[in-house]
Structure formats: C-alpha cells, structure tokens
T-cell receptor, first 112, second 111 residues
Framework: GENVEQHPSTLSVQEGDSAVIKCTYSDSASNYFPWYKQELGKRPQLIID?????GEKKDQRIAVTLNKTAKHFSLHITETQPEDSAVYFCAASISYGQNFVFGPGTRLSVLP | DAGVIQSPRHEVTEMGQEVTLRCKPISGHNSLFWYRQTMMRGLELLIYFNNNVPIDDSGMPEDRFSAKMPNASFSTLKIQPSEPRDSAVYFCASSNSLGGTFGSGTRLTVV
C-alpha cells in the first residue's frame, strides 16, 4: 500500500522567511496530493492540492510542486506570518474520494 | 451545508464502558473516513467507507473497535470496552471527487 513520508517533523522560521515542507510517496499510481493545515485544537483544513498532471500550483503565498518521477512533492510558504504556525499534513491518494494516506505532519513555528 | 458534523465534541468515560462516536458526512460525498489523532502516533486512518461499504479497516486497532455506515448520511465508531489508551481525538472526514473535509472531532478521554 501507499506510504507517505514527510520532512522535517518540526520547522522554525523567522517571520518573513520562507518555509518548505517535503513529502515522498511510494505508490506510483497516486495522482492526487492535498495539503492540510491544522491549527491547535482545530480540525485539519485543506489549503492547497495538486493533481499528477500538473507540476506546480500556486495560491498567493502558498505553492506546491510535484515531481512524479521522483515521487515527491513539496509545500512552499513565502513571506511567513505568525498565523502560519500550525501542523501541516501532506497526503496522497490514487484518486479523489479514495483513501488519503497522510504523512506524519510538520509542526511549523513562525517566530516574530 | 453545515460541513461534516460529529458528536459528541467531548466525551469522558470510565474504563470498560462502551463509547459511540457519531458522524454526519457532507451530503453528496461518497467516501467517509474515521481517523484517530494522538501526540504520539499522529493522524491515523482507522477505516474508510465508499458508498456506505467498508473498503479498508486495516487501521482498526483491535476487535474492541467497530464502525458502521447504515446509510449515506450517518456513521458510527464504537469502542467496547474502552481503555485509557483509547484517549485521543477522533476525526471523521468525508470526500467526493473535489476533495475531503474534516469534522471538528470528538475528544475522547477514558479514565
């Protein structure tokens, strides 16, 4: 089955700097890669996703890149702000609505 | 749409008691997932249903855990008997071809 690894497990950056979180997956059939943000005490919420026919997707300060050959994808946050502090989960699935396999999460702290 | 609705939000129970967690998925979503989240183990998939049919229950920790989805608008996760190590936040999520949404979770404490 699918296995998703995520690095780093914790990340601290200064406000205004960029943050990058990387994930790898094992099942080459996976074609949908969402990213979720979970603030303390709240539910994980979808922030951006990418499909396997796209190499990069951007939404304001957030971007995701996908390398299908290497089976890895990354989340990039630019101009970080304190409200970006949260746990971020990557996930992979074979198709929409199927079993999302989550990575273990990255705790991002943005220091003022 | 009110999103994925879970109840109760908090549950405190004594060891050995039966616990039932409830979930109402978003209307029109054809997949439903139950997750457990702890500090030690992170976010773990317990079971997921597609069109009300259990597809993968390999994440269910043991026979004390069971899940049902009698119709497209309701699912339960039952723990019987409960143990202190079951204390966690249990999330339900539903999805369709456009992606997935999590409920607010049930914080379970077994004392």
């Amino acid at each position: 089955g699918e296995n998703v690894e995520q690095h780093p497990s914790t990340l601290s950056v200064q406000e205004g700097d960029s943050a990058v979180i990387k994930c790898t997956y094992s099942d080459s059939a996976s074609n949908y890669f969402p990213w979720y943000k979970q603030e303390l005490g709240k539910r994980p919420q979808l922030i951006i996703d990418i499909r396997s026919n796209v190499g990069e997707k951007k939404d304001q300060r957030i971007a995701v890149t996908l390398n299908k050959t290497a089976k890895h994808f990354s989340l990039h946050i630019t101009e970080t702000q304190p409200e970006d502090s949260a746990v971020y989960f990557c996930a992979a699935s074979i198709s929409y609505g199927q079993n999302f396999v989550f990575g273990p999460g990255t705790r991002l702290s943005v220091l003022p | 749409d009110a999103g994925v609705i879970q109840s109760p939000r908090h549950e405190v129970t004594e060891m050995g008691q039966e616990v039932t967690l409830r979930c109402k998925p978003i209307s029109g979503h054809n997949s439903l997932f139950w997750y457990r989240q702890t500090m030690m183990r992170g976010l773990e998939l317990l079971i997921y249903f597609n069109n009300n049919v259990p597809i993968d229950d390999s994440g269910m920790p043991e026979d004390r855990f069971s899940a049902k989805m009698p119709n497209a608008s309701f699912s339960t996760l039952k723990i019987q008997p409960s143990e202190p190590r079951d204390s966690a936040v249990y999330f339900c999520a539903s999805s369709n071809s456009l992606g997935g949404t999590f409920g607010s979770g049930t914080r379970l404490t077994v004392v």
